[in-house]
């Protein structure tokens, strides 16, 4: 046996810290070991320190071809164009290799998961910064001479076993190293650790690598799938009918979003709720110009569905009552059926979120009073309450129950009044005929979401460039309000906000 | 109790004479020095030779078979004076640490020592930290082995080589009475291979054999002897050096068919030179090469014959040296000149000053040499022009996608770290106060300097932040914010930093992360121990394994003058800022200390997770706590995250289809440390955060008021079920 050029095989890996890169990369050792191929590794262990990448260097050479008792030199280094095999555990770690050029189009087949560890820069936006992951399948696929690549994760979790065992039987499935598939198994069986799962994803995993060509990439988009405009349900209920009697009256374009939409203000609050949505709509629809599949109706008929249906204590308490939360709680942590398990919630509502629920003037009242304050401060500490105890449940429900007062109370009034002044900036921004104008104010609705502190501080935000827009109106191109939103977004103590607002 | 174990891996050590040995270089050192006769060995923890420490540890037993005496250090200079035990007397012994931070430390009794000069064997194992992986700094070990006039090994990067020039390095320090550094690269102390083995020597002299109490004045460094030892230096251990250099050929000489023109190199990048001729088609796989190569296992000093010998039969010549500035080369210069030898040298003019010499700049380099020498007969197989393409084979544009979509990865700190709440404690706090300067300093704390948290000006060495608070305090307006580990503590913070604070009477805060180990090199353990901690969600623990003699961190503060001092647990959010902010706005004079206490999770976890596994194997109740976040209430705003960072808190898409936003997730490795619902709580996040205990092997007592449970909310769920079919669309 003798490799391609008399020379050595090289096989570079990055995984993540806990990936059993280490693990693979022994493995590997192994199998040629028993192959009688002499092996040497190293590892950049410093870098990867905890959280970071860890990458593992390979160089591999049969004992067929030496000559004599002289061991061949080995490199320690990864290098540019000279690497054979190119695994990465996660598709952006892959996207990493591409980019430091040791996936080369004439030699490398690379192996690569497609699921996403995100990185710290896309959990911690402010809204949606996960990087395009179709953009690294895509050059991925041109740059590597083979491109084995599923969701690798999905598999090990299938078999209830780790990364490791599936990326190696990439490794053997892909072909590329001239070793029989027994000994890779023949390794797995040696650790005598979780052999049984871990043969049997290396089986599932050899298969797929095998059958390449056939996976096809589902890009995980940050939002779930809109319902198909086709398939909407039947109306199950009188009112419900009308209610999708009236959606008619909306291009179908905007039908998921509004479904959508009609289902939760239901669910919120009741159908008359849901009517005064479509009625709110209503004008929005009459001045859109039908740019982009009516772009601004679904997106005004978004923001306006989720701000009507604000997260006040009545909604949180119905939201952690429901019938389907503790099977979700169950799945979610991976419990067994019939394992028995405690829900403590944390919750630290705020004197503001009391006085909401209060009657507007009561309310005010309240707030503007000191020692009110004080008296509900005393109620304000952080609690944690066990949802699954009678009394908390019960207590929750009756909070829950409080919806039916929800119109009469002062963050009802205040939320309202305030989508009141964003729907007017909508319409008087359609009214002037730049569309996409009254596109951006209806995207700014986007802007609106959190709670306590977060929640003041996007709705004031949201409330600034308002100001603005009924200052300076017909000043505010469309590009400078799309500024304005993505500087919101920029950072949380809005400072990229205020200076761009001012200049 | 290290993070990785090499209990099994250090049976290994007893090999004897023939055995094949197969495994990491660091292990095959610590072979090498029991094949040698060391008679003690110590040092201090730190990348790349951490697992060094941890295998010297792992083998206690075996050193004590031996009468080899193990100390792990105090700091590398505790580990440097150690070495002394070898100036009077024929004792082998050797010290490693992290360089150059670490010889740094350790210079002072360095430099005694080499003047001293030694009569047993000392050898210093460096870990050098150079280059990619590198965390710490860009300098060499070099400009100490020239000041201090040590020998510096640099040996060839396979086992065999790593071995032999361990026992030959003792044998070189004997005989030029001089102690010696011996350098290993970072992919160099990780590579993998095999050598045969020889049997273990006990040393000569130890609690066995004690040595007779001899004294040499002439080699205590007072006048006048260190003069005399000047001297010395010069004409007798240079000299006796050179000769053993030679005699024993610890360089190398390969030869090769173009006689013309030569390569020098360093030990530890040879292997790099003959992939990069192996790639032109100037080498074999086997390092039969065309280009004739010596090869420096010593790197330093330069053997002036062994060069002109070199040199004088060729017209041009590449010196491959890694790192600035360029010493070997202007060495070899030198020697050149010296011996009126006209080849020409190339080196930095053709190769980068800075940076590691990887794969790709050597190759670049080597071509870049062969097409100026322009040999006839010499047909490279890629031009200059297609070498440099080989760096990336991405068109513009597809440079460009991949830096807008490939996430930066910072360290970070590990899933429920207690350093994490801290650092949220501390970010909250500045978020009503305003900006602050931090002087942070080593350890896996520095991580802190990082995204989500960012807090953190300067570091300036391992146990120096409250050093470094001495002269911007007047000038801040807050008071000093110091962060110091426990590590650093320990290592040098209580007396170059508290202990000079209170003297100057410094009035800013320490805050000394205590997690009970060295946790940022691989766990090891350290002076103080930390109380286990029961306020922490995960509900099993047990008693940390005690030690009678556990150095407190408070008594040392107190005993060096301390007088406000609060320990307090990370894991209490409210609490660390409420003690934070009393610090900042108390009239108290002097130095306040915060012990900010909780056991690194990763070491913790180490522990408790067999024990819970076997209480649930045995049937006994037990709970696990983790954490969840409520996707139905999450709204995508991801504050969670910025105050955290915690690798279990990540993000996965929202399940309601009207929003964008991915909501928060809490995936399957959180360990329920609760630092999420004390978050919410203390930063009023939102009521998304619930804390889940699974109940394995419940009472009778717990099924009972289950179904109690069950039976009620499942009764009153019904209720608001059926009225829920009847409102939906």
Known sequence: MSTPRGETINIILAALGGEGGGVLTNWLIDVADSEGWISQSTSLAGVAQRTGATIYYLEIFPRSALQGDTPPVMSLFPAQGDIDIAIASEIAEAGRMIQRGFVTPERTALIASDHRVYGITEKEHLADGIVDAQVLQTIAARYAKDYIHYDMLALATEYGTVVSSVLLGAVAGAGVLPFSKDSYRSVITATGKAVAANLAAFDASYERARARGVEHFEPIGAAAVEPDVSTLPAATTAQGAQLLERLQVFPESCHPVLYAGLQKLVDYQDYAYAHQYLDTLAPILALDTGLEDHQLTRETGRYLALWMCFEDIPRVAQLKTRPERMGKVRSEVLADDDQLLHVTEFFRPRVEEMASLLPPALGRRVLASPGCRRFLGLFTGGKRLRTNTITVFVMLRTLAGMRRWRRSMLGFQHEHALIARWLRAVSSAGDTGDAQLALEVAECGRLVKGYGDTRARTTSQLGAILERLEADSGQVSHATLRRWREAALDDDEGKAFVSELAT | ?729
């Open chain 2, 1 to 729: 109790m290290a993070e990785r174990s090499f209990a099994e891996e250090v049976l290994k050590l007893r090999a004897g004479d023939g055995d094949t040995f197969k495994g990491e270089g660091i292990l095959a050192i610590t072979k090498a020095l029991l094949q040698s006769g060391v008679s003690y060995v110590g040092g201090y923890q730190g990348s790349p030779i951490s697992h060094l420490m941890d295998v010297l540890n792992d083998a206690r037993e075996i050193l004590g078979e031996l009468g080899v005496h193990f100390e792990a250090s105090g700091s590398e200079a505790t580990a440097a004076a150690m070495l002394s035990a070898s100036v009077n007397y024929p004792l082998r012994g050797a010290v490693t640490w992290k360089s150059t931070v670490g010889t740094n430390v350790a210079s002072d009794a360095l430099s005694n020592l080499a003047s001293s000069g030694v009569t047993g064997g000392a050898m210093v194992i460096v870990g050098e930290d150079y280059g990619e992986g590198s965390s710490i700094m860009q300098e060499r070990t070099y400009a100490f082995a020239m000041k201090a006039q040590m020998w510096l090994l640099d040996p060839r990067p396979n086992l065999p080589s790593i071995v032999d020039m361990v026992e030959k390095g003792f044998g070189l320090s004997e005989a030029s009475n001089t102690p010696i550094f011996y350098m290993m690269r970072i992919r160099g102390c990780h590579v993998t291979g095999e050598f045969t083995a020889r049997d273990n020597i006990a040393p000569q002299y130890s609690d066995r054999n004690p040595v007779q109490p001899r004294r040499e004045p002439e080699k205590i460094i007072l006048p006048p002897h260190v003069y005399a030892q000047e001297r010395q230096k010069i004409s007798e251990r240079l000299p006796a050096a050179l000769d053993y250099i030679r005699q024993q050929k610890l360089n190398e000489f390969f030869p090769g068919k173009h006689e013309q023109l030569g390569i020098i190199v360093q030990g530890g990048s040879y292997n790099t030179v003959i992939r990069a001729l192996q790639r032109q088609g100037l080498a074999t796989a086997f390092g039969v090469t065309d280009i004739p190569i010596y090869v420096m296992n010593v790197a330093y000093p330069l053997v002036p014959d062994e060069l002109i010998e070199f040199c004088s039969s060729k017209r041009q010549v590449l010196v491959l040296e890694e790192g600035q500035p360029e010493y070997i080369e202007q060495g070899i210069q030198t020697v050149l000149r010296r011996a009126d030898l006209n080849t020409r040298i190339y080196g930095k003019d053709i190769m980068p000053m800075a940076g590691e010499y990887t794969g790709q700049v050597t190759l670049e380099g080597l071509t870049r040499f062969l097409e100026t020498v322009a040999l006839p007969g010499i047909e490279l197989r890629l031009s200059s022009g297609e070498v440099e393409a080989l760096r990336t084979p991405l068109d513009e544009a597809d440079q460009q996608a991949l830096l807008e979509n490939v996430p930066p990865r910072p360290s970070g700190l590990c899933t429920g770290c207690p350093e994490r709440p801290l650092f949220s404690a501390i970010k909250q706090v500045q978020q009503d106060i305003g900006p602050f300067h931090i002087s942070s300093d080593i350890g896996c704390h520095s991580f802190a300097t990082l995204a989500p948290f960012n807090l953190g000006n300067t570091i300036m060495g391992y146990g120096l932040s409250l050093a470094s608070s001495s002269a911007i305090r007047h000038s801040l307006p807050h008071k000093s914010i110091s962060i110091m580990g426990d590590g650093g503590f320990w290592h040098n913070g209580l007396t170059s930093g508290v202990t000079s604070a209170v003297f100057n009477k410094h009035d800013g805060i320490l805050i000394i992360v205590d997690n009970g180990y060295s946790a940022a090199t691989g766990g090891q353990d350290i002076p103080s121990l930390v109380e286990p901690n029961q306020i922490i969600a995960t509900t099993m623990d047990t008693e940390k394994s005690e030690r009678d003699d556990a150095q407190s961190i408070e008594d040392a503060c107190r005993g060096a003058g301390v007088k406000w001092l609060r320990t307090v647990s990370t894991y209490s959010i409210d609490t660390m800022k409420d003690t934070l902010n009393e610090a900042l706005t108390t009239t108290a004079p002097g130095l306040k200390v915060i012990i900010a206490e909780g056991e690194c999770m990763l070491n913790r976890q180490r522990r408790i997770k067999p024990l819970m596994k076997q209480a649930i194997n045995n049937g006994k109740r037990t709970v696990r706590a983790r954490f969840m976040v409520d996707s139905d209430t999450c709204t995508g705003d991801h504050a969670c995250i910025r105050l955290s960072g915690c690798p279990s808190l990540t993000i996965k898409p929202n399940p309601d289809p009207l929003r964008k936003d991915p909501v928060s997730y809490v995936d399957n490795s959180c360990v329920g440390c609760g630092v999420c619902g004390t978050n919410a709580h203390a930063a009023i996040l939102c009521p998304s955060f619930s804390r889940v205990d699974l109940l394995y092997n419940p009472s009778w007592a717990d099924r009972m008021a289950g179904r109690v449970r069950g039976a009620v909310i499942g009764w009153l769920q019904a209720r608001t079920e059926r009225k829920q079919l009847v409102v939906g669309l």
